[in-house]
Every structure is written in structure tokens, then in C-alpha cells.
């Protein structure tokens, strides 16, 4: 794919609207089950990864609303799709309904919702929504990152274009890399290799703040420059990260796969993610 050749005109116009009013759709589900304060089910799933209600509530809104588009979804909470039904899609969402459910479980209010759109399966656009702090990330691959605040969440959200850009601040917010450096590390996923890694760059940068937080709300702080580093070297999947890649290199930052600095892929045969670590735009040594 040529650089510039994403989305015509009517695609974007259509498209942007259906993601961000699909994440504020997904986040009034979310909260109604969060509300509850821990009085709702958690099962696991094969993995053993934790699954709530508000997961699946979350799923079933986007797939029922973006279903309208025409345009495939693909979710974590539909990932039993076979490769040979999704290798040849050309345009695609790809859908986190509730991302950090560790963090929804605990009650520490870190959750977000991602949702993608690829485009010969690469992100073109993406849309975080954080419900519980009324903020929303989103972009349009060429033409900047946004970020909005007071955005609550709406069972019955349909925006139109104009309407999703009206109010909306460009990122990043930072202007130079922050002093000391910052890292952002997983809550509830970091490891050993998380913590070598993360001595490493101290030898650099001794004087290294680490950040624990949860969800894709890292890929956020990072396209806004409140954090430099993002390390992550544990299992995660690519709908994990479409929205806040495409978000975070629009504003100037990088993720690359590690060891290898590789670029990331997307609808591969095995979804699952290399370990990988984003820099963002003032952060590029």
C-alpha cells in the first residue's frame, strides 16, 4: 500500500464516525456492569485469561453496531475465527471490547476499549476510549492524532465526522521528552525480561521514573508525551495494540517488535504479538 492511499474521501466520512460512536456505545455497556462493584460473573477463557459480562456485553454492542458497516469484525471475543476465513479480507475492525480486564476486575478503573480499522492489514484508524475517565484517542492514518476530554459514554452515540473532530486536541501535548525519563511498564503483566529490560535503560537513564500502568491506556500517555517507554515482554494480541499503534505513530512515535526492532503485523495465521516497545515522538534516539 502506497503512503496516502488509505481511505477515499466517503470511506473516512463514513468510517471515523462508525469507531468512535461504536467505543462510546461499547463504554456505556462496560460501565453498567462496573457500576456493580465487583457483583457481576467472571469466568476464564481457554487461556486462562479472565472474561466478564461486561466483556461480552461490550463484544456483542460493537459487533451488532459496526456489523451495519459491512466491514468484518474481527475480536477478542470472537478469536476462534479460522485464518482461512479472514487471510484474503482487504479492510477489517479489529476489536478489543474491554481491554484490561484485570485492571475492570480490580477495580482500578485502567479499561479501555480499541477498536481498528486495517487496511490491507495494516491500522488506518484508530479509536481509544478510557469510560471511566471520559477520555477518548483516535485517529486517521495521515492525519493526526486527537485526544478529547469530557466524553461520556452513550448507549445511543452516532456522530457525525464533524462531530468527532469538533473539540478535539492534536498530540502530542508534550513539546520535549520528559525529565526524568518515563517508563511505562504492564500492571499486571510485567515479568523478569520486563525488569531486565527496564535495567538496561537505567544504565542510560539512571535517574528513570517506571510507571505502572493498565490497558491500552499506555499507547495513550505515550501518543500524549506524558510517558517516553513502553516495554512490553509478555503475551498480548494484535487487537491489543492495532488502536494504539496506528494512534501513537500518527503523533510521531514508534512501536517495533523486539529483539528484532521489526515493524508489527497484522491478520497474521497466529495473532498473537512478538514483545515489542514503543517510543514516543520525542523519544526517537
Request: aromatic share 12%; charged share 30%.
Amino acid at each position: 500500500m502506497e503512503d496516502g492511499k488509505y481511505l477515499n474521501g466517503a470511506q473516512r466520512e463514513y468510517l471515523v464516525p462508525k469507531a468512535y460512536s461504536a467505543a462510546l456505545r461499547a463504554g456505556a455497556a462496560i460501565l453498567d456492569v462496573y457500576r456493580r462493584k465487583g457483583d457481576f460473573e467472571v469466568d476464564l477463557k481457554r487461556d486462562l485469561t479472565p472474561v466478564t459480562e461486561a466483556d461480552r456485553q461490550a463484544h456483542s454492542v460493537i459487533k451488532e453496531y459496526l456489523g451495519r458497516t459491512h466491514v468484518p469484525v474481527l475480536s477478542e471475543e470472537g478469536r476462534e475465527m479460522r485464518f482461512d476465513e479472514r487471510r484474503d479480507w482487504d479492510m477489517f475492525w479489529l476489536v478489543d471490547p474491554l481491554d484490561g480486564t484485570k485492571e475492570f476486575i480490580k477495580g482500578n478503573n485502567e479499561f479501555t476499549v480499541n477498536i481498528a480499522l486495517v487496511v490491507n492489514n495494516r491500522p488506518v484508524v484508530g479509536v481509544i476510549f478510557v469510560p471511566y475517565f471520559q477520555k477518548i484517542y483516535f485517529c486517521e492514518k495521515g492525519h493526526g492524532s486527537f485526544m478529547k476530554e469530557g466524553v461520556a459514554s452513550d448507549p445511543e452515540a452516532e456522530l457525525t465526522y464533524d462531530e468527532v473532530f469538533a473539540g478535539a486536541v492534536a498530540l502530542p501535548l508534550h513539546r520535549e521528552r520528559n525529565n526524568p525519563l518515563r517508563i511505562a511498564v504492564s500492571r499486571s503483566h510485567k515479568n523478569d525480561d520486563t525488569t531486565a529490560h527496564v535495567a538496561l535503560l537505567r544504565e542510560r537513564f539512571p535517574d528513570a521514573e517506571v510507571v505502572e500502568q493498565g490497558s491500552s491506556y499506555k499507547f495513550c500517555l505515550l501518543a500524549e508525551g506524558a510517558i517516553d517507554y513502553y516495554v512490553r515482554t509478555s503475551g498480548t494480541y494484535e487487537w491489543d495494540t492495532a488502536a494504539g499503534e496506528i494512534i501513537l505513530s500518527d503523533t510521531g512515535g514508534t512501536t517495533k517488535s523486539l529483539p528484532d526492532l521489526g515493524k508489527f503485523a497484522y491478520n497474521k495465521e497466529s495473532l498473537l504479538n512478538p514483545w515489542f516497545a514503543c517510543r514516543s515522538a520525542h523519544f526517537q534516539e
